[in-house]
């Protein structure tokens, strides 16, 4: 397909992945994620990490409105995919949950991604298919750091 050079500055990295995400897009696509758009899927996937979590919240972690955001968990909800929980210390606050029809949607859309997964990485060196656990692991790790720390900027460079 394409030929990458070798350079890891983090400008030519940022555009190999850029480019590895649009055709895992494509290849997921293959999964259909129907019933649900992908405004819902990433509910549901903040859902299933963030069990609990309120409305306002949500809006925070979709970067939308908590109006817009009620009307996406209105449709999930009737979807069955979601649960509303009247907040136990306060009322008037709305908790969100993932259904256990909505954990067996999640569960059942991975399968199937990995499924398309699996049939690419057949193709690939045994070999490449280690190098990209391991920058893949890498790759997890300093994300995951970065969102809990809530930043975007990169930290220093180290090998």
Sequence with gaps: MTAFRRRTEPDEV??????????????????????????????????????????RSLAESLASTPPSTSRLCDRLVAAGLVERVVSAEDRREVRLHLSGRGRAYLADLRTRRERELRSVLADMPVAKRIALLEGLEAFCDAAAAQIHEGTSEPRSQTA
Excluded: F, K, M, Y
């Excluded at 897009?25 to 293959?30: A, D, S, T």
């Excluded at 509910?43 to 409305?55: A, K, S, Y």
């Design 14 to 55: 940022a555009r190999v992945t850029t480019t590895a995400a649009e055709l895992l897009e494509v290849v997921w696509g293959r999964a259909s994620t129907a019933p649900t758009s992908a405004s819902q899927l990433r509910v549901l996937h903040i859902l299933e990490h963030h069990d609990g979590i309120n409305l």
